[in-house]
T-cell receptor
Framework: DVKVTQSSRYLVKRTGEKVFLECVQD?????MFWYRQDPGLGLRLIYF???????EKGDIPEGYSVSREKKERFSLILESASTNQTSMYLC????????????FGSGTRLTVV | RKEVEQDPGPFNVPEGATVAFNCTYS??????FFWYRQDCRKEPKLLMS???SGNEDGRFTAQLNRASQYISLLIRDSKLSDSATYLC??????????????FGSGTQLTVLP
């Protein structure tokens, strides 16, 4: 099964800081996704990438950018963190096998103060 | 109208009970369907895919009705360990080869001793 690793479980950043969230997958998958999850709003797609240097905006890309320089790594960047970006951030890539669902990283809980 | 709608619950049931969750989706072009389970402060994990013919995995049965755009999950003989949030997930064609996942907000289940 694919393994998805997010570099930090918990982060606390100050308003205005530039924040990097890293995600690495070990199965050479083309597609990778960044979601945020908030109570009552569920998971919402921020950005996704379907190949190196290729990216597409999701439903809520404002205030975020992404980088995909290598196939295994997909980074989410908060250019200038704001308190409304306090959230749980989840990286995902398609799983393997018959079910072909998505596999998520363990998540990064970001607090912006 | 949300693309994927679920009853948020909470559902509080005694051990051994049978519980059913329902989900409706609005995009008739949706291609794949899943149920995910999410424990508190953890990432979502694939529980099972959902097929038109219906499928069963132990105590769990999933059904899909494409005509009604309706998905269900039945849990029989519920255990304390089934307590979690259950997410209904559908995929649609999005861009290139990347299929987008759209999540329901989740249904919270608590199984009581």
């Amino acid at each position: 099964d694919v393994k998805v690793t997010q570099s930090s479980r918990y982060l606390v950043k100050r308003t205005g800081e530039k924040v990097f969230l890293e995600c690495v997958q070990d199965m050479d998958h083309e597609n990778m996704f960044w979601y945020r999850q908030d109570p009552g709003l569920g998971l919402r797609l921020i950005y996704f990438s379907y190949d190196v240097k290729m990216k597409e905006k999701g439903d809520i890309p404002e205030g975020y950018s992404v980088s995909r320089e290598k196939k295994e790594r997909f980074s989410l960047i908060l250019e200038s963190a704001s308190t409304n970006q306090t959230s749980m951030y989840l990286c995902a890539t398609p799983g393997t096998g018959r079910n072909y669902g998505y596999t998520f990283g363990s998540g990064t809980r970001l607090t912006v103060v | 109208r949300k693309e994927v709608e679920q009853d948020p619950g909470p559902f509080n049931v005694p051990e051994g009970a049978t519980v059913a969750f329902n989900c409706t989706y609005s995009n008739s072009a949706s291609q794949s369907f899943f149920w995910y389970r999410q424990d508190c402060r953890k990432e979502p994990k694939l529980l099972m895919s959902v097929y038109s013919s219906g499928n069963e995995d132990g105590r769990f049965t999933a059904q899909l009705n494409r005509a009604s755009q309706y998905i269900s999950l039945l849990i029989r003989d519920s255990k304390l360990s089934d307590s979690a949030t259950y997410l209904c997930v559908v995929t649609s064609p999005y861009s290139g080869s990347a299929r987008q996942l759209t999540f329901g907000s989740g249904t919270q289940l608590t199984v009581l001793p």
